[in-house]
């Protein structure tokens, strides 16, 4: 699996004329990566990840996965929210199923996928519950067993842990880690919560703002994946160092507005 | 005894909560009966002439008398007949253009100013051009119904449907969902309670309408009912009629909050 972006411009048209979002980005992710890109609020990270999605088009410039290039959503791609996305009326076993049962997969097929998948994310026992009846961290861990089950090159995600208290964070993070090693995921994932993308990542990209572009690539190399790592040096620095460039982007945005 | 009041009045005041159980059920009984004791009254101790106001005796004979006679049964299937069919095709039509025109704004644009415009006509203002066009029968009577409730209820449909997140619709097309599915398998289930609750709604504007239809040459009906007993003065039928039209009227009102309560248990308020 290869997904590439390059030179990738997105502008909007708005009542004060156009608005440049994303600027020349160029990214690559490679199998069994688990990348992260942080930037602050307005940076254009959900702007990027729609058209990796392909639900919007980019204005100049191109999305490849595996040399193709990207048009419109497919079963290669899966996605998970911020917003929680699942069906409220349908328990979590059906939620599971319902992008299989869209591309017409048989019953016993979905139903085992679905069965298998839950069990994954560890919440087979919920199988009959109702999205109202889960927790935030559940309902996300819900969304990604559904992304999983269509078996994507790449999960995508924007911001799916920003609406969780910090301790459900931090077992969700456990768990993406854990989920990540398990299986030969390949993950790309947005946040504006440096710690999160130092922890979790193996490649940053740093994103600027106004117009988003890259700022810099940062190759994450931690003795270990465990909470203990937090307190490590080099975590230190590494979020230090993408905290300034987030700092520098908000004196940035001050003069801005000024 | 003092005490025992004070404390099933407890709560009386709390804000968007829940009351105590015998709370409520006193204050539902007490809705229905404190009117019902005062009506008694005012027949019983003051001197009303029972043709300007009967006493629940009199008009308690009244529906015996209709009811063994066998008129009221007719007249009340009369109406509800009328109702039922109004009503259905109303929302056999309404439900469907009303969920495309909340997904589709094309289609709102088609639509709405011209149902947002024939929603203020009210629908009795129709009733010499639907007998000019449709004679004296049943049609003009279920035009009517269909008027008046297909409107509104398009326009309410279509508010339901405008609640389905962008992202929810999103994350179905990531799923590989194509526009038909979206429409059938997110759109629609997203927007039954709405859809049910505006059926409901309509449903009493429908009641209403029947009743109004009903001066229209008919035969039989409630609303029929009425009205001749206004012109022989039988003050007693009158409220017969009023009080069996309310009660079917809140039957169906409760039958759909049952439904609505059954298939989309998901959607209760309470968590
Ligand atoms: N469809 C659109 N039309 C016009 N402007 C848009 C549109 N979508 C996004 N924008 C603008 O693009 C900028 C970036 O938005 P985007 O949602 O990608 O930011 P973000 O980095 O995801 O922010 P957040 O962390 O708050 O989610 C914002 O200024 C937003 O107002
Ligand atoms: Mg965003």
């Known amino acids: 699996m290869f997904l590439q972006v390059s030179n990738l411009h997105k502008n909007f048209e708005t009542k004060n004329g156009k608005l440049a979002v994303l600027k020349d980005i160029n990214m690559t992710i490679v199998q069994e990566e688990f990348i992260c890109a942080v930037g602050a609020s307005g940076s254009g990270k959900s702007t990027l990840l729609r058209q990796i999605a392909g639900l919007d088009k980019p204005c100049f410039g191109e999305v490849r996965i595996d040399g193709k290039t990207i048009t419109a959503p497919g079963p290669d791609r899966g996605m998970v929210f911020q917003h929680y996305t699942l069906y409220p009326w349908l328990n979590v076993q059906e939620n599971t199923e319902f992008g299989l049962k869209l591309q017409g997969i048989s019953k016993k097929e979905r139903k085992e996928k679905a069965s298998y998948y839950l069990s994954v994310v560890g919440l087979t026992n919920f199988a009959k519950s109702l999205p109202k009846e889960l927790s935030g961290g559940m309902k996300q861990r819900v969304a990604i067993a559904r992304a999983l089950t269509s078996e994507p090159k790449v999960l995508l995600m924007d911001e799916p842990f920003g609406a969780l208290d910090i301790h459900t964070k931090e077992s969700m993070h456990e768990f993406m880690l854990d989920l990540w090693q398990r299986t030969n995921l390949t993950i790309f994932m947005i946040t504006h919560d440096v710690e999160e993308a130092v922890f979790l990542s193996n490649r940053i990209y740093a994103l600027g703002a106004r117009p988003g572009t890259v700022r810099k690539e940062m190759t994450i190399n931690l003795p270990e994946r465990t909470a203990h790592v937090k307190r490590h040096s080099q975590f230190h620095d590494y979020r230090d160092e993408l905290m300034e460039l987030m700092r520098l982007h908000g004196k940035e945005a001050l003069t801005m507005v000024a | ?271």
Not at chain 2, 222 to 248: H, K, N, P, Q, Y
Request: proline share 6%; charged share 15%.
């Open chain 2, 1 to 271: 005894m003092e005490k025992s009041k004070a404390n099933i009045l407890n709560g009386f005041w709390r804000l968007s909560e829940d009351i105590p159980k015998p709370l409520y059920i006193s204050l539902t009984i007490s809705s229905i009966a404190l009117p019902l004791i005062l009506w008694w009254l005012v027949t019983t101790i003051g001197n009303i002439d029972p043709k300007f106001l009967p006493s629940p005796a009199n008009v308690f004979q009244a529906f015996v008398r209709l009811w063994k006679s066998g008129d009221l049964v007719k007249d009340t299937i009369a109406s509800l007949w009328r109702v039922g069919f109004g009503f259905f095709f109303a929302a056999l039509f309404a439900i469907p253009i009303g969920i495309l025109m909340g997904s589709f704004a094309s289609i709102r644009a088609l639509f709405e100013p011209l149902f947002g415009l024939m929603r203020y006509m009210p629908a009795p203002a129709f009733i010499p051009l639907l007998i000019l066009y449709l004679g004296i029968g049943e049609e003009p009577k279920i035009t009517l119904i269909f008027i008046g409730v297909f409107f509104f209820n398009a326009l309410m449909v279509m508010d339901t449907v405008k609640f389905v997140s962008k992202d929810l619709i999103e994350s179905t097309y990531i799923l590989g969902g194509n526009p038909w599915q979206i429409l059938t398998q997110v759109i629609f289930p997203h927007s039954l309670p709405g859809i049910l609750d505006a059926c409901r709604i309509n449903l009493a504007a429908a009641w209403q309408l029947v009743i109004v239809s009903e001066l229209i040459a008919s035969t039989e009906g409630l609303g029929r009912r009425i009205s001749v007993a206004g012109r022989f003065l039988r003050t007693d039928e009158i409220f017969v009629g009023l009080i069996v039209i309310g009660i079917i009227g809140l039957s169906l009102d409760l039958f759909f909050q049952y439904l609505l309560r059954v298939s989309c248990n998901w959607a209760s308020q309470k968590r």
